[in-house]
């Protein structure tokens, strides 16, 4: 899929059918992730693939806004090294992560983690080492309905010339 094409149709996607996602794209879509810019070239970065179902439902158990984790084939765990720009550096691999996603067909939903109660739970869950930051959890699959994205507000309303 074109590029633009990918990034004017993304869409967070809540409903999952059960196909599993391969192994081969899962790759590649984190490959994009990792392949984003960061500051200074540090790479505060780390993956975690999930798709044990028992895994992913402990995690929706855990997040409210997330249950749907349940159900999504599979998922990332995005983590960052404490760096100074951890969240900038994850939220931008996370950014690719999602369109990489459409690029491959798949639907996806970013859920935020950093600020949010259940962090420090979702670590201890995956064993994640002291020093790392939950950037947001991805949901990943097959679309289960093709509902177009929500609307938006027009350009003409957000992009300013020269001044506010």
């Given at each position: ?29 984190v ?52 760096t ?25 939903c ?11 739970a ?17 949901a ?25």
């Amino acid at each position: 899929m074109d590029a633009m094409l990918a990034l004017k149709t993304r869409r967070s996607v809540r409903s999952y059918k059960p196909d599993p996602v391969p192994k081969q794209i899962v790759e590649d879509i984190v490959d994009c992730g990792r392949l984003d810019a960061s500051e200074r070239n540090r790479q505060p970065w780390e993956f975690v693939a999930i798709t044990d179902a028992t895994v992913r439902r402990q995690l929706a158990e855990l997040i409210e806004t997330g249950r749907f984790l349940a159900d999504a084939p599979m998922c990332i765990v995005v983590l960052c090294e404490g760096t100074k720009y951890f969240l900038e550096d994850g939220s931008a691999a996370i950014e690719n992560i999602l369109v990489a996603a459409r690029a491959h067909g798949l639907g996806s939903c970013w859920l935020v983690g950093d600020k949010k109660s259940f962090a420090e739970a979702v670590c201890r869950m995956l064993k994640v080492p002291d020093g790392f930051k939950l950037i947001g959890i991805v949901a990943l699959g097959y679309a289960a309905d093709s509902a177009p994205p929500p609307p938006k507000r027009p350009l003409s309303e957000v992009l300013h010339w020269e001044k506010f």
